[in-house]
């Protein structure tokens, strides 16, 4: 990963733990990386991954990362579900939009309750085709 332009980062895992409940490997992800900017999750998973020998890098899942003050470290956490099934059941769904594996919800959450609240004045088949606009 270290191209000359970027300086080498080093990657150690602290409290590492096994979830069995929910079929995940949790840890604490300390980065070293001095003379850069932080580092990108994407850039992490990819040494993780390399680090357990993981195919599919989706299953590892890095969030809540701090740059200590003054630069050069990062804290934060990580998980590795043994399947990419697993991942999408226990995620929160806010962090599988941020990996690719879900999408958002279109339109304005005002939007959508302004849509809610005008389906529930209309009863049967007049429900399914949606609100039309009143001229």
Do not use: W
């Not at 191209?3 to 069995?20: E, Y």
């Not at 990062?74 to 399947?83: A, C, H, P, T, V």
Request: with cysteine.
């Amino acid at each position: 990963m270290a191209d000359k332009s970027k300086p080498a980062i080093r990657v150690s895992l602290r409290n590492f733990m096994t979830n069995r409940l929910l079929c995940r490997k949790q840890f604490v992800c300390e980065v070293e990386h001095p003379g850069r900017g932080t580092v990108h999750k994407k850039e992490l998973q990819a040494k993780i991954a390399q680090m357990f020998k993981i195919q599919e890098e989706n299953t590892i899942v890095l969030f809540g990362f701090k740059t200590q003050f003054g630069g050069g470290k990062s804290k934060g956490f990580g998980l590795i579900y043994d399947n990419l099934a697993f991942c999408k059941r226990y995620e929160p769904k806010y962090r599988l939009i941020r990996l690719g594996l879900a999408t958002k919800k279109e339109g304005s959450r005002k939007q959508r309750k302004e849509k809610k609240n005008r389906l529930k004045k209309l009863r049967g088949t007049a429900k399914v085709k949606g609100v039309s606009k009143k001229k």
